[in-house]
């Protein structure tokens, strides 16, 4: 039992608090609206809060989903737009209308070196997070917004008007334009919906890359679909998923409201590199950040690469041209009920079982040599590798010690994940490659590799130093009502909700 003396400004008074009666006090503090700011306690719902994760979810979709569907133009530039390229020069990840074993085998001989297209993308839509997070800190989150909806359509609209065989013009478009257009919309996508969540803030971060997922099932069968088509054709089939995205982004713009100041604070302030240089010496943050890069140097191989893995073993050519769909199906699921699970078993728990699902799943891969094991393989490595994408932002604003410096927490973290997704992906496919004979392809090593990352990720994830994230006590919604209280002249330094974000 503990004893707690706290005098309030209305009178005095004086209490003795236990871990099992106390924190019904706390939990009246943490509801009475004297003793909490707008600002700092998000006011979990209403219709300003759920239309702002309805654009989250927008953004989410003609972003991280159109990105997913990359696949898709790996396969047209394989086989037709950029065919005198090395497959080298582009993330092989094919989605072919014509997936017989033996054509993939053919495409597939120059080996697979480097992933640069789809591997420059995932970096720059993560890699400029310390950049856009500390923007957002500082109130520009509209602006951040605006400009990177411009972009990313004005991207998708450029790779329209890219000629054949011009490999630079689809760099500069698509692995520049849309990645970093897409970097600037990711993060405060996300960042924005702590500002209206607090109980339910995971659930509704679930719900806000579950968009990711979406896009994911629904960019890969359209863009198909239109490529084939004789009247459509590239050009025209591009332009018209680009005028998708941009009437989604343009709702999605008009709907999502910060709760921050309308005060904008200097960009790069003295208390910033404070902030900065408090976070990389916490060692929970930056061993959870270790392990967000060991897991992100494998974790979309099997959205690269699951496509060619299954053509490769003769999988049917219907099941093959549809496995990205389904992949990203299973990665809905585990980007929403996770989360919900999370309230109850914990948000580092949930995080550290998917990294592990995840290993278990692609070393199943040595197994999967039929159409129903590899579908198998894909829901379930969708499902847990959704799961961990939607809990990192829960467990990274579990660790800040202050509201304000959530988006340069995120940032500085996306930014180190930025740099792993540029790397992974083509390590994995300088590991792939052809025996003696030229034709079939040696899967063990790049696997074993793949495996090995997500093995050593959770390995640093248990290492992290999360004792101080657990309390003898349930921790109060508004921890700030103890300092108003009198007795405590400033609140404790953390108090963490397994919940989601920092409270």
């Known amino acids: 039992m503990s004893t707690l003396h706290a005098t309030a400004s209305s009178g005095h008074i004086s209490t003795t608090i236990s871990d099992n009666s106390g924190n019904d006090l706390l939990e009246k503090l943490a509801d009475d609206p004297s003793t909490a700011t707008s600002?700092?306690?998000?006011?979990?719902?209403?219709?300003?809060?759920?239309?702002?994760?309805?654009?989250?979810?927008?953004?989410?979709?003609c972003t991280f989903g159109y990105l997913n569907a990359f696949g898709v133009y790996q396969d047209f530039y394989t086989r037709e737009f950029l065919s005198h390229e090395t497959p080298s020069s582009i993330s092989y990840a094919l989605f072919?209308?014509?997936?017989?074993?033996?054509?993939?085998?053919?495409?597939?001989?120059?080996?697979?070196?480097?992933?640069?297209?789809g591997s420059l993308q995932l970096c720059l839509m993560y890699a400029p997070a310390v950049v856009v997070g500390r923007a957002f800190d500082a109130g520009y989150f509209r602006h951040v917004q605006l400009a990177g909806s411009l972009l990313h359509v004005f991207s998708?609209?450029?790779?329209?008007?890219?000629?054949?065989?011009?490999y630079y013009q689809v760099l500069l478009a698509q692995g520049v334009g849309v990645g970093l257009g897409a970097g600037m919309l990711f993060l405060p996508s996300l960042s924005v919906v702590s500002h209206h969540f607090r109980r339910r803030r995971a659930l509704a971060t679930g719900i806000a890359v579950s968009g990711a997922s979406c896009g994911g099932v629904v960019f890969p069968i359209v863009l198909n679909q239109l490529f084939a088509n004789p009247k459509m054709g590239f050009a025209n089939g591009v332009r018209a998923s680009g005028a998708l995205v941009a009437v989604l982004l343009t709702v999605a713009n008009a709907v999502m409201r910060t709760s921050s100041p309308s005060k904008r604070h200097g960009f790069l302030p003295v208390s910033h590199w404070k902030h900065a240089k408090?976070?990389?010496?916490?060692?929970?943050?930056?061993?959870?950040?270790?392990?967000?890069?060991?897991?992100?140097?494998?974790?979309?191989?099997?959205?690269?690469?699951?496509?060619?893995?299954?053509?490769?073993?003769?999988?049917?050519?219907?099941?093959?041209?549809?496995?990205?769909?389904?992949?990203?199906?299973?990665?809905?699921l585990g980007r929403v009920l996770p989360v919900a699970l999370a309230n109850q078993l914990g948000v580092y728990n949930m995080l550290l079982f998917s990294i592990l699902m995840?290993?278990?799943?692609?070393?199943a891969l040595f197994g999967a040599t039929s159409a129903?094991?590899?579908?198998?393989v894909a829901v379930l490595f969708g499902f847990s590798s959704g799961a961990y994408v939607s809990l990192i932002p829960p467990l990274l604003g579990m660790l800040c010690t202050d509201h304000s410096e959530l988006g340069l927490r995120m940032g500085l973290a996306f930014s180190v994940v930025g740099v792993s997704m540029l790397i992974g992906?083509?390590?994995f496919g300088v590991l792939l490659k052809t025996d003696s004979s030229g034709v079939v392809l040696v899967w063990w090593k790049a696997l074993v590799f793949a495996g090995v990352r997500h093995t050593l990720a959770s390995v640093r994830y248990s290492t992290a130093d999360v004792r101080r994230l657990y309390s003898p006590l349930v921790v109060p919604r508004n921890p700030l009502a103890l300092g108003r209280l009198g007795h405590l002249s400033t609140p404790p330094r953390r108090y963490v909700?397994?919940?989601?974000?920092?409270v």
Do not use: K
Not at 161 to 166: G, I, M, S, V
């Open 39 to 61: 600002e700092s306690f998000p006011p979990d719902g209403g219709r300003v809060a759920w239309l702002t994760l309805a654009g989250a979810w927008m953004v989410q979709f």
């Open 96 to 117: 072919s209308s014509d997936t017989s074993t033996a054509h993939l085998r053919r495409a597939s001989q120059p080996r697979l070196r480097h992933s640069w297209i």
């Open 156 to 166: 998708i609209f450029m790779l329209s008007l890219t000629t054949p065989e011009r």
């Open 278 to 332: 408090r976070i990389l010496v916490d060692h929970a943050y930056t061993t959870s950040v270790v392990g967000a890069f060991y897991t992100n140097l494998g974790l979309f191989v099997p959205f690269f690469y699951l496509q060619l893995f299954a053509a490769d073993h003769g999988v049917n050519a219907t099941i093959t041209t549809y496995i990205l769909a389904i992949l990203n199906a299973g990665s809905t």
């Open 358 to 363: 995840s290993a278990v799943l692609i070393f």
């Open 372 to 376: 129903g094991s590899v579908i198998t």
């Open 425 to 427: 992906t083509p390590i």
């Open 497 to 502: 909700s397994w919940q989601g974000f920092c």
